[in-house]
């Protein structure tokens, strides 16, 4: 009866330091993934149908725990206020909630193809964060704006696709072309 007891007593010792063991025990701030996808492309539309944003990539990881999203080589497509395309490009972007803001990092490349050459432009930088919500593109990062008419170099910019107008935080440097 003793010897059964002291072996009922090791197991639940040997159990319980088996389960605590840090490799084998599941936490709660433990980043589940809910699901993953590959060579994707996500639609976000208005309730009409037209076209919100359009996301592409390489992987999609969404955390079921936190509700964000990694995307591995995304391309990001939205319409500014004249209905042209801008398309954004990164090495990596996170979205920490739905519909929050997407922050792209790493080679940043934002990029309008207007058939009116005086309004296409390619946008350079290291961080980029795009607000779906607010239709909003902004960065504290040094940016190369080129256009047509020039390039302007800066740190930190920010501007609304509904709205005509860019934003140069600090150290703002242009070299203007002008046109023939």
């Known amino acids: 009866m003793i010897i ?3 072996i009922a007593l090791g197991f639940t010792w040997l159990n319980s330091t088996w389960l605590t063991f840090k490799g084998f025990s599941i936490s709660k701030n ?5 699901y993953y996808l590959s060579d994707f492309t996500v639609l976000n539309t208005y309730p009409n149908g037209n076209m919100h944003y359009l996301i592409k990539g ?12 990694q995307i591995f080589s995304p391309l990001l497509k939205a ?3 004249d ?3 801008i398309t954004l490009t990164a090495k990596k972007a996170e979205q920490i909630k739905k519909d929050g803001p997407i922050n792209l990092d790493g080679e940043v490349v934002a990029v309008k193809d207007s058939k009116e050459v005086t309004k296409s432009f390619e946008l350079l930088t290291r961080n980029l964060t795009y607000n779906p919500l607010i239709r909003e593109l902004s960065s504290e990062e040094e940016i190369t704006l080129t256009s047509v008419n020039g390039i302007i170099k800066g740190v ?3 501007t609304k696709l509904d709205e005509e107008e860019l934003r140069i935080h600090k150290n703002v440097q242009a070299i203007f072309i ?3």
């Open 178 to 180: 002008p046109s023939k």
């Open 4 to 6: 059964a007891t002291v």
């Open 83 to 85: 209905g042209e395309v």
């Open 79 to 81: 319409k500014d206020t």
């Open 156 to 158: 930190g910019f920010n």
């Open 30 to 34: 433990e980043k589940l993934i809910d």
């Open 58 to 69: 390489e992987h999609l990881v969404h955390q079921q725990s936190t509700g964000a999203s």
